[in-house]
């Protein structure tokens, strides 16, 4: 769950979506500048969105890379 709107800075809501036809879905939205993404398509595949409160989001595949542990 992202902790920040990475263009406002306020809390984002995650909602699930129900579609008639369809999987179901869940979305990320910003209530003060109302964006709204799709998760996980849109949040992942898009480098430049960083969703932490610190704006030092690692990258999940950086993540799932490193071998230093």
């Known amino acids: 769950m ?3 709107c ?10 699930r979506k129900m579609p008639e036809d369809g ?3 869940e979305v990320w939205r910003c209530a003060d500048c109302e964006e709204e993404w799709r998760h996980p398509e849109e949040t992942v595949m898009n480098r430049e969105l960083d969703f ?9 595949r950086d993540a799932d890379t490193d071998l230093n542990w």
């Open 6 to 15: 990475p263009y406002c800075g306020d809390p984002v809501e995650s909602t």
């Open 2 to 4: 992202p902790e920040v």
């Open 23 to 25: 999987r179901p879905y």
């Open 52 to 60: 932490s409160e610190s704006g030092e989001q690692l990258s999940r």
